[in-house]
């Protein structure tokens, strides 16, 4: 996008916080470097958190939805779209007063554009449209992506260039990070996201109705389920064994296991909706299944890093984040693939992996350091609900054709 001089000239006024940002001493706020409001609407939570320019978290408010959707057995979009509509202003209000931080002292609103629900990300585009034009603040529009794939930066020094797997209920991907807002996607989705698909299997088992997991989430459930389970009593293929690429497929893992489900249901002479005798066994398999086709994938995006000199010699690295990152089993099998490839794995709390506000004001820190993608207040933005991460690669490491090692993934529970 080409700008105008006196747009220029209008966002380097607004940027002028470089030191202190500060209100009326009558006001008593504390005064602080510059500041960055982050908000996050993208699928079924409302986050706001105030950050400064180190990284430090200075108040932040999260709303979660998971409960009603799990009352419906699903996301329907009109409804988070109204819980949305019903929450934001106080979960942005809460994030502003834990920080102790009036909307004056903001060097810079950031907000999730890209990709998410359409109706979400309305919601939160139409508050912080009004918010930065009423206080008068430069707006930083964020890819929900690219903002999980830095939350690492903030917690520790994680230099670029470094790989990213970013899993969640909505997205898988591998790439390489070479910049704030420079990635080479080595893999994608085709299909269904991991946590999408794990959630559909809990949904089909109607693990609401046990007794552990009436509070959880699909992936939360068969994780827990899955501690107790034997994953070699369910035979389950691994998905695309025989494709020489890094993208993702689960719809075919999800479709068999509930053809097994169907099976299993017949001999026990149960209804669906049941709760099945063998549900922690089914559970297991299905997460080591999901947990394989991630590491697979994986280690052949390090082997074509290594290949084509896309990491550094001395500390290659994974990141992985994103809501199905907090899966410690999936991080065990993940380690499996890092330790045989002198690879540091790291991964963020499991607080910063799934959807919040902090993570997008922290992409907003990064972008506010770098002068990359700050728009004064009366600019148009637009969401998007699908938007590409960067330059696609998938090409070139199919034509790569590179064939995995035999690793075994043993992971006790």
């Known amino acids: 996008m080409t700008m105008f001089p006196t747009k220029v000239k209008h966002i380097q006024r607004l940027l002028q916080f470089r030191t202190t940002a500060w209100c009326s001493p009558s006001l008593g706020k504390a005064t602080y470097s510059r500041l960055v409001l982050g908000i996050e609407t993208s699928c079924d939570d409302t986050g706001a958190a105030v950050l400064d320019e180190t990284g430090h978290i200075l108040g932040e408010s999260l709303h979660s939805q998971t409960e009603v959707h799990l009352r419906t057995g699903g996301i329907i979009p009109p409804v988070a779209q109204q819980l949305h509509r019903e929450h934001i202003e106080r979960v942005v209000q809460e994030a502003l007063e834990r920080a102790d931080v009036d909307p004056c002292q903001l060097s810079a609103v950031a907000t999730t554009v890209k990709p998410g629900m359409a109706l979400s990300l309305g919601i939160g585009l139409e508050f912080s449209r009004k918010f930065v034009r009423q206080h008068n603040k430069p707006f930083i529009p964020i890819h929900h992506m690219e903002a999980h794939a830095l939350t690492v930066r903030m917690l520790q020094p994680v230099p670029f260039p470094f790989l990213v797997l970013l899993v969640s209920g909505g997205h898988s991907l591998l790439a390489v990070a070479r910049g704030v807002d420079d990635f080479l996607v080595l893999g994608h989705g085709l299909d269904v996201a991991p946590g999408d698909a794990l959630d559909k299997v809990a949904r089909r088992l109607s693990l609401m109705k046990h007794p552990q997991c009436s509070t959880l989430s699909g992936g939360q459930a068969i994780e827990l389920l899955a501690k107790d389970g034997d994953r070699t009593s369910i035979a389950l293929t691994t998905p695309m064994g025989k494709i020489n690429d890094c993208c993702f497929s689960f719809s ?108 997008i004001a922290w992409n907003g820190v990064e972008r506010m350091r770098e002068e990359k993608g700050i728009l004064p207040p009366n600019v148009d933005v637009c969401y998007e609900p699908k938007a590409p991460l960067g330059v696609d690669m998938t090409a070139e490491v199919r034509a790569a054709g590179i064939r995995l090692p035999s690793v075994k993934i043993t992971i006790p529970n």
């Open 252 to 359: 075919g893992l999800r479709n068999q296991v509930t053809m097994i489900i169907k099976k299993k249901e017949e001999e026990e002479g149960v209804e669906e909706g049941a709760l099945l005798s063998c549900v922690n066994d089914i559970a297991a398999a299905t997460q080591h299944t999901v947990a394989t086709h991630l590491a697979k994938r994986t280690h052949r995006a390090i082997l074509f890093c290594k290949a084509n000199n896309l990491l550094t010699c001395s500390n290659p690295t994974l990141v992985v984040s994103g809501g199905v990152a907090s899966n410690q089993y999936i991080r065990k099998a993940l380690m499996v693939i890092t330790e045989r490839e002198g690879v540091s794995l790291l991964c963020p709390p499991a607080k910063f992996c799934t959807d919040n506000g902090v993570m």
